[in-house]
C-alpha cells in the first residue's frame, strides 16, 4: 500500500471537491453490505454510493460531466490504461467507527489490476489494510494497493460526511 | 389553522407506489449539510433530499408518483414537494426549529409530511406547551399543519433511516 499526498493540483481537486459535497450531486442509499459476521448494529448498515462505472454490466452510469470533471484527471494522473470499475462512496456520520467487513476488491492473479482510493474530504475515517497498515482520509491524498490486498473502511465521527472516490483500474 | 393527523393517508397501492420507489437503491438523494437554514447549525445536523416540484417548476422525472397525494390534499396551488431522508443516529437528534418559506416570504400556507415509514423520529410542531405538539412518524400517516409556525424534525435510532414527504401548498 502506497499513499501518495496532494495527488492532484489544487484547482483540479477543488473542482472535485465541490461537485462531490454539493447538494446538486446524486447519491444513491445502499443497505446490506455488511456481512452477517459484522458484530455492530444491523442499523448502522447503510451508505451512500454513485457508481461511475459498474464492473457487471461494464456500463458507464455518470454523465460526461463526472467523467470530464471527476474521473478523468484522477485516471490521466494515474496514467491507467484501462477502468474496471469506479464508484463515489459518501458515508455520513454515524457518531461511531463502524468498519466494514475485510474484502479484496477483485479475486485476479493479475498484478496489474489496481486499487486508488481517493480522498474528498479530510476527517477521522480511515482505511484499514489487513497487514496493520492504516490509511488515513487527507482530502486530495490517494492510497494505491493491489486489488488483491484486503482491506475495509471505517466510517468518520468528526465531520457529517467521509466521500472517497474509488477506482479499480489496469 | 390547528394540525391534523390523517392515518391511512393513500391507499395501499398508491402508498406502495412511493415506498417502493424511494427505497430502491437507484432512486437519487441528495446531500444538504444544513437543515434548518440556520447559521452555524450543529454539525451532526445534516440529510438528504430528492426535490420533486419547486418555484412552480418539476424538479425530478419522478413527479408523476406523487400526483397521488396532490389529488388526495385538492391542492388549489401546489409550492414545493420535497422528500427528507434523516439517517438513523445513535441518539436521537432533535434538528433547530425552522419555518417554511414561499418564494423566499414567510407566509401562511399549509403543510403535509407523510410518513414514508414507522420509526421513532417526530416532528414537533411548537405551541404554548414545553414540549410542543409532537407528531410520531407512522408509515403512510400525514400531518396537515401551518407550516409558518416554528416546527422541527428529528432522526431516528430504530431504522436504518427516517423518510418522509413534505408538501407545501394552498
Sequence with gaps: MKIIKDFLPKKQFKNIQSILMSSAFPYYYQNNYLDEKHEGNVLEDYFFVHIIKDQIDSKLNSNKNVLKNILDPIMLKLQANDLIRAKINLYPNQHKHVRSNWHIDQTTNNENVKVAIFCVNTCNGYTDFKTGQKAPSVENSIILSNANETHRSVTQTDTKTRINININYT | ?170
Design chain 2, 1 to 170: 389553522m390547528k394540525p391534523k393527523i390523517i392515518k391511512s393517508f393513500l391507499s395501499k397501492t398508491n402508498f406502495k407506489n412511493i415506498e417502493n420507489l424511494v427505497t430502491k437503491d437507484n432512486f437519487p438523494w441528495y446531500y444538504s449539510p444544513n437543515i434548518s437554514g440556520i447559521n452555524g447549525e450543529n454539525k451532526n445536523h445534516h440529510y438528504f433530499t430528492h426535490l420533486v416540484f419547486c418555484n412552480g417548476q418539476v424538479n425530478s422525472t419522478y413527479f408523476e408518483y406523487f400526483k397521488s397525494i396532490l389529488d388526495k390534499l385538492k391542492i388549489k396551488k401546489l409550492h414545493r414537494i420535497k422528500l427528507n431522508f434523516y439517517h438513523n443516529t445513535q441518539k436521537l437528534i432533535v434538528h433547530h426549529p425552522h419555518v417554511d418559506y414561499i418564494e423566499d416570504k414567510v407566509k401562511s400556507h399549509k403543510g403535509c409530511i407523510l410518513g414514508l415509514n414507522t420509526c421513532d423520529g417526530y416532528t414537533i410542531i411548537e405551541n404554548k406547551t414545553k414540549n410542543g405538539f409532537r407528531v410520531k412518524s407512522i408509515k403512510n400517516q400525514a400531518l396537515i399543519f401551518d407550516p409558518s409556525v416554528p416546527h422541527s424534525s428529528t432522526s431516528c435510532t430504530d431504522s436504518r433511516a427516517r423518510i418522509n414527504i413534505n408538501i407545501n401548498y394552498e
